[in-house]
């Protein structure tokens, strides 16, 4: 069955995920991040990408991106895979594919949910009960900045600068928004949005989405299969 074609808007950030192959560890030792953290950083830079918020896991890496370019996050994803793959492989002595398929990817209506976004991504390892605290955690964006460790990996995104006027008010301000849980209703949509290659946000965004790439970026009401194009419910698109 023939696949919906993806798409990437310059300037236009979106939450990516990619797992291990079968949900298995790309992660062997704390060596193997620290790779991946510097190749990652190489590769943003040299396809124009913009880091906002990581964290990598054992088994699975989030990632908050802006693309300059509609090419952008498709080359660095390809630059980083390639590298990393051959990297371990090389040095575990092992062969084949680590990553599960192709990574997932969701626009995200950046002054809704851009800061939600952060937190959940940076909760990564609370909610997997690998550290009590994000700031516990040492591979992730939350020390950048709630307590402004220098990072290479991450570039400030205009709404993180808007939450201050020095660096002390914005990570003052940004351990504060960690004081609340995030809203579970935003926790799902953002986990349907991202496995499913939809937009995240209001209507308006989706349709600014929309018109912007010439295709659908919702999933159609239940019930009403479209006509014109493939049952998405069995594609992959990202």
Same mark, same amino acid.
């Given at each position: 069955?023939?696949?919906?074609?993806?798409?990437?808007?310059?300037?236009?950030?979106?939450?990516?995920?990619?797992?291990?192959?079968?949900?298995?560890?790309?992660?062997?030792?704390?060596?193997?991040?620290?790779?991946?953290?510097?190749?990652?950083?190489?590769?943003?830079?040299?396809?124009?990408?913009?880091?906002?918020?990581?964290?990598?896991?054992?088994?699975?890496?989030?990632?908050?991106?802006?693309?300059?370019?509609?090419?952008?996050?498709?080359?660095?994803?390809?630059? /980083?895979? +390639? %590298?990393?793959? #051959?990297?371990?492989?090389?040095?575990?002595?092992?062969?084949? @594919? &680590?990553?599960?398929?192709?990574?997932?990817?969701?626009?995200?209506?950046?002054?809704?949910?851009?800061?939600?976004?952060?937190?959940?991504?940076?909760?990564?390892?609370?909610?997997?009960?690998?550290?009590?605290?994000?700031?516990?955690?040492?591979?992730?964006?939350?020390?950048?900045?709630?307590?402004?460790?220098?990072?290479?990996?991450?570039?400030?995104?205009? /709404?993180? +600068? %808007?939450?201050? #006027?020095?660096?002390?008010?914005?990570?003052?301000?940004?351990? @504060? &928004?960690?004081?609340?849980?995030?809203?579970?209703?935003?926790?799902?949509?953002?986990?349907?949005?991202?496995?499913?290659?939809?937009?995240?946000?209001?209507?308006?965004?989706?349709?600014?989405?929309?018109?912007?790439?010439?295709?659908?970026?919702?999933?159609?009401?239940?019930?009403?299969?479209?006509?014109?194009?493939?049952?998405?419910?069995?594609?992959?698109? /990202?």
């Amino acid at each position: 069955m023939a696949r919906l074609g993806r798409y990437f808007l310059p300037d236009q950030p979106l939450h990516v995920i990619q797992r291990g192959n079968n949900r298995q560890a790309v992660f062997f030792d704390e060596e193997d991040t620290r790779r991946y953290r510097s190749i990652l950083a190489e590769a943003a830079g040299a396809c124009g990408c913009a880091i906002h918020a990581y964290v990598l896991m054992t088994n699975h890496v989030h990632l908050l991106v802006t693309p300059s370019r509609a090419t952008s996050l498709p080359r660095m994803m390809q630059s /980083l895979g +390639r %590298r990393y793959v #051959r990297e371990i492989n090389d040095t575990y002595k092992r062969t084949g @594919t &680590l990553w599960e398929g192709r990574y997932r990817a969701a626009p995200i209506d950046s002054e809704a949910y851009f800061l939600a976004c952060c937190r959940y991504i940076e909760l990564n390892p609370v909610r997997a009960r690998m550290a009590a605290h994000p700031g516990d955690y040492p591979w992730s964006s939350y020390r950048a900045h709630a307590n402004g460790t220098p990072d290479p990996l991450v570039g400030d995104h205009d /709404l993180y +600068r %808007r939450l201050g #006027r020095t660096d002390a008010e914005r990570q003052a301000a940004y351990r @504060t &928004l960690f004081h609340t849980a995030l809203d579970p209703e935003f926790v799902d949509a953002l986990r349907t949005a991202t496995n499913g290659g939809w937009a995240l946000g209001s209507d308006a965004f989706r349709q600014q989405i929309a018109d912007a790439l010439k295709r659908r970026v919702a999933p159609l009401p239940k019930g009403r299969p479209s006509k014109d194009e493939p049952d998405e419910r069995q594609i992959n698109l /990202l």
